[in-house]
């Protein structure tokens, strides 16, 4: 340790060699190897030599601070999801993987479509994966999140730190992994953390790969949902009518079901499709483009949402599964 910070302050502040066009910010840097040395026993030397090597990189900073489930309304919203070609596409995906979808679906106990929406609304079926450096996105959010945002900033040093010893068990070159803005990766676009605790070798050929093995992403999916608690052949959302009913009372600004499907049925709030009355349910207000939509998500509508937590996302998810299977022909149609 006595060797550390005087290599740590001449690599991160650019003392005889080249200094990235957007260094991160050394002390900071600094400390975090500190942790991942006493911590996990990471050369310190070696991550400094590579953190020497890592940008921050600006464009980050604007795009997480403006995400399309924030500043657009519904109706826009979902026009980039539902569309003919992502419908297409899921289909063909499906078509083309049919025996890992459904050997998945039966694994996991999963709605085969949920998992092809999933992937078809992260990475349009692994079309794009993302083109950011993983370890640039991480260090920039984890350093340099906006607006001081201390608990978000955490989180990414936490994800920076899981894809450090992800790197080290999967014997991957940590400056190579490319993924999103917020350092998703791969087909499914799964965050350092799930990738460690959820991806799953699917295929058999000893290597967890999201990134192009098809087998192994649609596997990480279906177990990914069996994990946060998807029931098998449960009820994920309909659209629901009011009626005259005030829906004041059952809006939702979280998305985990608190009422039962009877709370709303006795209050005149009404199923699209008839479900069982002892259902978990939350009841969401959409805008739509002629005026705001209601619609009634169940606990795998919230389990959807553990992927990524808007309800915007999860209806996204929803809807596009359902177009999904109708092409298919699967189960339900």
């Known amino acids: 340790m006595r060797r550390l910070v005087p290599l740590l ?24 190897i500190i942790n991942m040395n006493e911590k996990h026993g990471f050369d310190a030397d070696a991550l400094t030599r590579t953190f020497a090597r890592v940008n921050r990189i600006d464009r980050i ?59 078809g609304v992260e990475t349009s079926y692994g079309a794009n994966v993302g083109s950011y450096r993983v370890i640039d996105a991480l260090s920039t959010l984890a350093f340099h999140y906006p607006g001081n945002d201390s608990a978000r900033a955490t989180f990414f040093r936490t994800q920076l730190e899981q894809f450090l010893l992800l790197a080290r068990d999967e014997h991957l070159d940590p400056l190579t992994p490319t993924g999103s803005y917020a350092g998703a990766m791969g087909m499914p676009q799964f965050m350092p953390d799930s990738y460690r605790r959820l991806a799953v070798d699917f295929d058999g050929d000893g290597k967890r790969n999201i990134w192009n093995d098809a087998d ?31 829906p004041a009372t059952f809006l939702k600004t ?22 069982n009355p002892d259902d978990e ?8 483009a002629n005026g705001n939509e209601y619609w009634i ?29 109708k092409l298919h022909g699967g189960p339900g149609s």
């Open 9 to 32: 302050l001449c690599l991160l502040l650019g003392v005889g060699s080249a200094a990235p066009a957007a260094p991160l910010e050394a002390s900071a840097v600094r400390g975090f």
């Open 216 to 246: 192994d992403a649609i596997g990480s999916v279906a177990n990914y949902l069996h994990e946060h608690g998807w029931r098998r052949a449960g009820p994920v959302t309909t659209k629901a009518h009011l009626g005259g009913a005030n």
């Open 281 to 288: 349910a939350a009841l969401f207000e959409l805008e739509g």
């Open 254 to 275: 979280t998305i985990k079901p608190d009422f039962r499907l009877s709370d709303f049925t006795g209050a005149g709030i009404m199923p699209a499709r008839s479900g």
């Open 297 to 325: 998500g169940y606990t795998n509508f919230y389990v959807i949402s553990r992927y990524n937590p808007r309800v915007k996302y999860a209806m996204a998810v929803a809807q596009l599964s359902e177009e999904i299977r």
């Open 61 to 119: 900073i604007e795009l997480i601070a403006k995400p399309a489930e924030k500043v657009k309304p519904w109706y826009q919203y979902r026009q980039i999801f539902i569309t003919d070609k992502r419908i297409r596409d899921g289909a063909a995906f499906w078509r083309a993987n049919e025996q890992s979808v459904l050997r998945a679906a039966d694994t996991y106990g999963v709605a085969p479509e949920v998992i092809i929406a999933i992937i």
